[in-house]
């Protein structure tokens, strides 16, 4: 009979076992099968290189990279928000009869009206201005000994007083020297005799997808946090702006992050970490996106330079080219940015581009789509001339154009319409039932204002609506329906499937290639 004393010596015996075969003649002892000690006789072995260490990088940089604090002033109205206020159906405290419990219990109890004198000029700044209330926190790193460091603008964007915190705790005044939104990136400088520790760029056109990364930052406050992971793609185009060209970096960047740096295993910075994708719970999945470095760099020496940045200005509104708009004005491939309108003063129209133009190449670099073309004139200093590839009219063009200087306030102006009286009633309404919608001229003359979209027809599909402008069909203003049934059986006769419709509408302009070979 086995009880609890007779078993120890064989645990004892197990645990002072170093071998298999020890192990083994165990097992038999205590009368289990040979089968299940031989289990144990050749376990799997894996030859596989060691995990680079981290270590050596982040004890390179890590003093170059600081957490950010950001105050801002807060609204001295919105401040005062903060003591009691009431309404009581619509009456104030002191529309309250005398006798009424609640006045009696404020007026002994509540913020007297010495207290709020007293405390309403000490909760404000100097020119009336609000007190300083924290209201963001970053990460940041130097670039130079003498106190320069970049961050993110959405992280200094609104803040009126900044202060940099270094790896050992110490804190620092910092100043504001220039931010750009297009970009998300923003410059400190701090202004103290000792030479900070900084870090150098890298030529991320060098970065590999797979290429190990380090991530150095403050999440969450906590002070100097280090994460790894691996560049999982290029050229990301998150819908942030017209520049979007981020580096994808699989690793646990957080909120507290934004402004710090992604080294490479050289130390050096390849991006700098701006934004992550999180579910709709919010959170981190392991997915963040870092501004490559030789985008940060140019914009960080004109930030430093001048405090601002100045970028090359084309004006024109423009559009994917898609694969029916590409047939119909019988291009080869889907490429290039296609111009709805150029801005009135523009260089793009001082060049004499038109609606309807393909730009295809600048200074015989082939352009992809609309962001690669607003990023090549970004990229271009103000007042340069070049040579800009245009598909006009079924036949390429060159026009020489001088780059412009992008406005601060990019916005495109607001295109005023004559309202259309809804009592309105369709004097000459003509079928186009091969197009699925039916026209009347417009009321000023320009183009023909739909009528009617029929909700089976490619037009519905293609999200043209009643009360919309047809201005043009491949480039040629139309003003009746006549006159866009003369340039569709045009096309036909040139062989092509597909015309394109300029629509104008209350938000603007847009291309819509529509099918003609109906019918």
């Known amino acids: 009979m086995f009880t609890t004393k007779s078993l120890r010596p064989s645990l004892k015996t197990v645990l002072k076992t170093s071998t298999i075969a020890g192990l083994a ?15 144990f006789a050749d376990p799997v072995k894996v030859e596989a290189p060691s995990v680079p260490s981290f270590a050596n990088v982040v ?15 807060v609204n001295p109205v919105a401040e005062d928000g903060g003591d009691f206020s009431f309404d009581f159906n619509g009456r104030g405290f002191d529309d309250l009869p005398d006798d009424h419990p609640l006045k009696r219990f404020f007026k002994e109890f509540g913020p007297r009206g010495d207290d709020r004198a007293d405390r309403g000029p000490n ?3 100097p020119h009336g201005e609000g007190r300083l209330r924290p209201t963001a926190q970053g990460s940041g790193f130097f670039i130079s000994e003498d106190g320069y460091l970049v961050t993110n603008n959405h992280v200094v964007s609104d803040g009126s007083a900044f202060t940099v915190i270094l790896n050992d705790g110490t804190e620092l005044d910092a100043k504001l020297v220039g931010k750009d939104s297009r970009t998300d990136l923003a410059v400190l400088k ?36 280090v994460t790894s ?57 392991g997915i963040a996106f870092a501004i490559p470095s030789t985008v940060a760099k140019d914009v960080v020496t ?29 291009l080869s491939e889907a490429s290039g940015a296609l111009v709805v309108e150029p801005q009135t003063g523009s260089p793009g129209e001082k060049a004499g581009i038109k609606k309807g133009d393909v730009v295809t190449a600048l200074n015989g670099d082939t352009v992809k789509d609309p962001r690669d073309l607003a990023r090549k004139v970004a990229a271009i200093r103000p007042g340069t001339t070049v040579d ?11 026009v020489k154009l001088e780059i412009g200087t992008l406005p601060k306030d990019d916005k495109d102006a607001a295109k005023s319409q004559d309202d259309q009286s809804e009592e309105a009633q369709p004097s000459s309404e003509q079928a186009l039932a091969d197009l699925g919608v039916s026209v009347v001229p417009s009321d000023d003359g320009k183009g023909v204002t739909i009528a009617s979209v ?40 040139d062989g092509r499937s597909k015309a394109l419709f300029q629509i104008e509408a209350d938000n603007g302009s847009r291309f819509v290639a529509l099918p003609i070979d109906k019918g």
Do not use: C, H
């Not at 038999?28 to 289990?39: C, H, N, R």
């Not at 004890?59 to 002033?73: E, G, I, L, T, Y």
């Not at 029929?454 to 043009?472: H, P």
């Open 25 to 39: 003649a165990v097992m038999l002892t205590s009368g289990l099968p040979a089968s299940i000690s031989q289990s």
């Open 59 to 73: 004890d390179a940089v890590s003093p170059a990279v600081v957490s950010v604090r950001v105050q801002s002033r």
């Open 123 to 125: 909760r404000r700044g």
């Open 190 to 225: 701090v202004d103290d005799k000792r030479k900070f520790t900084y870090v150098g760029w890298a030529d991320d056109s060098k970065v590999r997808v797979g290429d190990w990364v380090v991530a150095v930052g403050n999440p969450f406050g906590l002070g100097g946090t």
């Open 229 to 285: 992971g691996i560049v999982s793609a290029r050229g990301r185009d998150i819908g942030s702006g017209p520049y979007d060209d981020y580096l994808q970096v699989d690793a646990a960047v957080n909120r507290g992050n934004s402004g710090g740096p992604t080294f490479n295993l050289s130390g050096e910075v390849v991006g700098i970490n701006t934004a992550i994708f999180s579910p709709r719970g919010g959170g981190n999945v």
């Open 302 to 330: 004109d930030l430093i330079k001048d405090g601002s940045v100045s970028r090359g200005w084309l004006g024109v509104q423009i559009q994917p080219v898609t694969k029916d708009i590409a047939e119909s004005l019988g």
């Open 388 to 398: 800009l590839a245009l598909w006009r009219d079924g036949k390429a063009e060159t």
């Open 454 to 493: 029929d909700e089976d027809s490619d037009a519905s599909d293609r999200g043209l609506k009643q009360g919309e402008k047809i201005v043009s069909v491949n480039n040629q203003e139309v003003k009746s329906a006549d006159d866009i049934l003369k340039v569709i059986n045009t096309a036909k006769k």
